[in-house]
């Protein structure tokens, strides 16, 4: 059964980085486009980064474009985010999230098809 698995989550001051890291259990992992989304308290679910299988395209959303980046690593069917630079209000649960169908770094939720339970980021000020 496919399953997403994420970690790296914690706390941490504004100006700090953390690295998250979701393993997939698919067998054909590295023919997903994957992509990571977070949900802060009281907001929709909002897309952060893709990566398409290959990983020779990438895609961002605006507010983490320069301090985020986004990577895999098909031999160990692992994706990582890589965040630098954090600020309080990248504070929000991160789900790793795959996408079987696309060749494409899609950018909303609904074209995903599996998703991981979430890790928990909390940045301080």
């Known amino acids: 059964q496919e399953q997403l698995v994420e970690s790296g989550g914690g706390l941490v001051q504004a100006g700090g980085s953390l690295r998250l890291s979701c393993v997939a259990s698919?067998?054909?992992?590295?023919?997903?486009?994957m992509g990571w989304f977070r949900q802060a308290p009281g907001n929709e679910r909002e897309f952060v980064a893709a990566?398409?299988?290959?990983?020779?395209?990438?895609s961002y959303t605006d507010s983490v474009k320069g301090r985020f980046s986004i990577s895999r690593d098909n031999a160990k069917n692992t994706v990582f985010l890589q965040m630098n630079s954090l600020k309080p209000e990248d504070t929000a649960v991160y789900y790793c999230a795959a996408d079987r169908l696309a060749d494409a770094p899609m950018t909303s939720a609904r074209f995903y098809d599996y998703w991981g339970q979430g890790t928990q980021v909390n940045v301080s000020s």
């Open positions: 990566i398409t299988w290959r990983g020779g395209t990438t």
């Open positions: 698919m067998r054909t992992f590295s023919s997903f486009t």
